[in-house]
């Protein structure tokens, strides 16, 4: 509830609620949390389904008694289960406002395809241009472009296979971050930042993927 505020004090819209972890929650008990927490944050919240760490899932019907709730705005899933987020997208009809969006990037254009409103990606931190231009050649319907720009996600998600731990999502985000002079590349204990070689390694993806390339950053025409 203190980082809502924090964020609300930044100019932010809304926070991400995702389920308590060490313990798993039953779906009612997520109900009644949610429910209770909502009205006490300082901004409106959208739900996070990331069963992968927290070892709970927000279910479908779950979202569904939430539906009544003002303060959700829509629903992020980073399940990586595109028949879960179809079945998300189906909750349009109870609450049209409501926004679905999606965490693995590399599903982002099929997401949108089921009906979502876009994604969180981690790679939007990098290159911002790629992924507006993934959503809007979705929108445009072109076919040609999408599977472009399909290829160039995919490509940077080989930072992510840097490494043999969970960590690495976040260590190949903050080192690529910190090859293109956007930030630190420091990680807070207990992880650490990618060692010399690993960071070679990123440099040589980054390299290969040429982001400087039109494919990547400018808008198609």
Known sequence: MRMS??????????????TPYYFP?????????????????????VPYNMPTLT?????????????????????????????YYSELCGLRSLRPD???LIGPEDKLIRSISLGG???VNGGANL????????????VSKD????????????????IYTIGNYASRFIKGTKCTASLLGLCDDFMAEPFNRFYPED??????????LNPNSNETTSTHS
């Open 98 to 100: 409501w926004s679905f």
């Open 143 to 158: 076919p040609l472009r999408c599977s472009q720009l399909q290829r160039k996600i995919e490509a940077l998600g080989e």
């Open 55 to 83: 070892k709970v899932w927000l279910e479908v019907e779950t979202l569904k008694s939430l539906a009544g709730q003002e303060r959700i705005l829509g629903v992020k899933d980073s399940s990586d289960d595109l028949d």
């Open 199 to 208: 960071r070679t390694n990123v440099a040589a993806i980054l390299e290969k």
């Open 117 to 119: 409103n876009g994604g």
């Open 25 to 45: 929650a039953g779906q009612t008990e997520l109900i009644q949390y949610v429910e209770h927490i909502v009205s006490k944050l300082s901004l409106p919240t």
């Open 5 to 18: 505020k924090v964020a609300a004090e930044a100019g932010a819209d809304t926070v991400v609620l995702a």
């Open 127 to 138: 290159f911002p241009r790629l992924f507006v231009d993934t959503y809007s050649a979705v």
